[in-house]
């Protein structure tokens, strides 16, 4: 059935998550979700880091043909996991303070530090569905959870206008899916022995850590860097409007989910790039449609809701275009998949990351959030110029 199919379920799960952060603002004002988005950006980062790439690992390595070697990889990926994500959240914790933002975090560090390790869990489980087929159990872990998450955070936006009840509801919500999951794959848990399958797993994955830490750079660390250099009513504003411009990566998911595999399928070949050529025209005018529509109805749905101070047109106009360019980049991406020269993504995402923090560092402090704003748009185009050169090079 096609609500049982992977592709769908992930549309599901991306379309409650986006909708849910974009109902918040409805009974939070801007200080109170900026709150909230400081530590949603966080979380989202440090864990993504904390995974060590094993999740990658477990993509790469683990199937169904492989049972003996699936539980000595899947146990090295979890004990790799947890202990990393441990330590970079001590890290993180020492950073806040270093930058004089631990007055910012309004509820204890140990409950987002809960929040983080098991976020870190989760995508480690669904990598494991992914990789041995269990479409059901991907179903509870990712369409399932995602709606029922929706439903509580609005639930409880709505009644309460708490951002220290939204973490703890995140935190439980994510802890009891995470604990299930373990329950149901404890066979495939065993203590790893083999020190030549440990090293290639840490070989593989360690070093796609700093892929790992542009790639949320590019989405997280302007939020936190906002937080550092304003005030967190000004992080509510931005998260709230760069919510509604990226709601075209919903879209860019679908349509990838839909392609991305026929392309592969076909190879290095003429009719492979006809095929991109197509999933990118898609692409591009379905965000361009969305993005107008945003762009125009977003003013009178705030008055609507008497949310206006949500509203701020520079920052909307360049967020849009910023994001309305991002398929050029998918394109490239599935190019070098499809020419295995993965190698060269890093360096191409290192780069925008690099700019964007520094371009922060100036921008933010003398434009606010406009700044902000600027610099993920460059930071995006210095990425697609770099992306389409280096895939038609190689």
Same mark, same amino acid.
């Given at each position: &059935? !096609?609500?049982?199919?992977? =592709?769908? #379920?992930?549309?599901?799960?991306?379309? /409650?998550?986006?909708?849910?952060?974009?109902?918040?603002?409805?009974?939070?004002?801007?200080?109170?979700?900026?709150?909230?988005?400081?530590?949603?950006?966080?979380?989202?980062?440090?864990?993504?880091? =904390?995974?060590?790439?094993?999740?990658?690992? #477990?993509?790469?390595?683990?199937?169904?043909?492989?049972?003996?070697?699936?539980?000595?990889?899947?146990?090295?990926?979890?004990?790799?996991?947890?202990?990393?994500?441990? @330590?970079?959240?001590?890290?993180? $914790?020492?950073? *806040?303070?270093?930058?004089?933002?631990?007055?910012?975090?309004?509820?204890?560090?140990?409950?987002? &530090?809960?929040?983080?390790? %098991?976020?870190? *869990? $989760? &995508? *480690? !489980?669904?990598?494991?569905?992914?990789?041995?087929?269990?479409?059901?159990?991907? !179903?509870?872990?990712?369409?399932?959870?995602?709606?029922?998450?929706? /439903? %509580?955070?609005?639930?409880?936006?709505?009644? %309460?206008?708490?951002?220290?009840?939204?973490?703890?509801?995140?935190?439980?919500? +994510?802890?009891?899916?995470?604990?299930?999951?373990?329950?149901?794959?404890?066979?495939?848990?065993?203590?790893?022995?083999?020190?030549?399958?440990?090293?290639?797993?840490?070989?593989?994955?360690?070093?796609?850590?700093?892929?790992?830490?542009?790639?949320?750079?590019?989405?997280?660390?302007?939020?936190? &860097?906002?937080?550092?250099?304003?005030?967190?009513?000004?992080?509510?504003?931005?998260?709230?409007?760069?919510?509604?411009?990226? =709601?075209?990566?919903? @879209?860019?998911?679908?349509?990838?989910?839909?392609?991305?595999?026929?392309? $592969?399928? +076909?190879?290095?070949?003429?009719?492979?790039?006809?095929?991109?050529?197509?999933?990118?025209?898609?692409?591009? +005018?379905?965000?361009?449609?969305?993005?107008?529509?945003?762009?125009?109805? !977003?003013?009178?749905?705030?008055?609507?809701?008497?949310?206006?101070?949500?509203?701020?047109?520079? %920052?909307?106009?360049?967020?849009?275009?910023? $994001?309305? @360019?991002?398929?050029?980049? +998918?394109?490239?991406?599935?190019?070098?998949?499809?020419?295995?020269?993965?190698?060269?993504?890093?360096?191409?995402?290192?780069?925008?990351?690099?700019?964007?923090?520094?371009?922060?560092?100036?921008?933010?402090?003398?434009?606010?959030?406009?700044?902000?704003?600027?610099?993920?748009? @460059?930071?995006?185009?210095?990425?697609?110029?770099?992306?389409?050169?280096?895939?038609?090079?190689?």
């Amino acid at each position: &059935m !096609l609500v049982r199919s992977p =592709g769908t #379920i992930e549309a599901i799960a991306r379309g /409650c998550n986006w909708l849910g952060y974009l109902c918040l603002p409805l009974w939070l004002s801007p200080a109170q979700f900026g709150s909230f988005s400081l530590l949603l950006a966080l979380v989202l980062l440090v864990s993504a880091i =904390g995974t060590a790439g094993q999740d990658r690992v #477990i993509l790469r390595y683990v199937s169904q043909n492989k049972p003996v070697d699936n539980n000595i990889r899947v146990s090295i990926a979890f004990i790799t996991s947890l202990f990393f994500s441990i @330590i970079v959240f001590g890290i993180a $914790y020492f950073a *806040l303070h270093w930058f004089n933002m631990a007055d910012k975090m309004v509820v204890h560090f140990g409950l987002v &530090m809960l929040w983080g390790v %098991t976020q870190t *869990l $989760y &995508m *480690l !489980l669904v990598s494991m569905c992914r990789s041995l087929n269990q479409d059901q159990h991907f !179903l509870i872990l990712r369409g399932v959870y995602g709606v029922v998450k929706l /439903c %509580t955070l609005i639930l409880i936006s709505a009644t %309460t206008q708490s951002v220290e009840y939204l973490v703890i509801a995140e935190a439980i919500l +994510l802890l009891c899916v995470v604990c299930y999951s373990l329950i149901r794959f404890r066979c495939f848990f065993i203590w790893p022995a083999a020190s030549a399958i440990w090293k290639k797993s840490l070989l593989f994955g360690l070093p796609l850590i700093l892929h790992i830490l542009a790639g949320a750079s590019l989405g997280q660390l302007d939020k936190l &860097m906002i937080a550092n250099m304003l005030e967190v009513a000004a992080l509510g504003i931005y998260a709230f409007i760069n919510s509604i411009a990226g =709601g075209v990566f919903f @879209i860019f998911a679908v349509v990838n989910i839909v392609y991305e595999a026929k392309v $592969y399928q +076909l190879g290095v070949s003429d009719e492979a790039e006809q095929l991109l050529g197509k999933m990118f025209k898609i692409s591009m +005018l379905s965000a361009a449609a969305v993005l107008l529509l945003a762009n125009l109805s !977003l003013p009178h749905i705030l008055e609507w809701v008497d949310k206006q101070n949500y509203y701020h047109i520079k %920052t909307i106009l360049i967020l849009s275009l910023a $994001y309305l @360019i991002y398929p050029f980049y +998918l394109q490239a991406n599935i190019r070098f998949s499809l020419k295995e020269k993965t190698q060269y993504i890093p360096m191409m995402t290192g780069a925008a990351a690099a700019a964007n923090v520094a371009l922060n560092l100036v921008l933010i402090p003398a434009y606010g959030i406009t700044g902000a704003a600027v610099s993920t748009l @460059i930071a995006y185009v210095i990425l697609v110029l770099l992306a389409q050169w280096t895939s038609r090079k190689v």
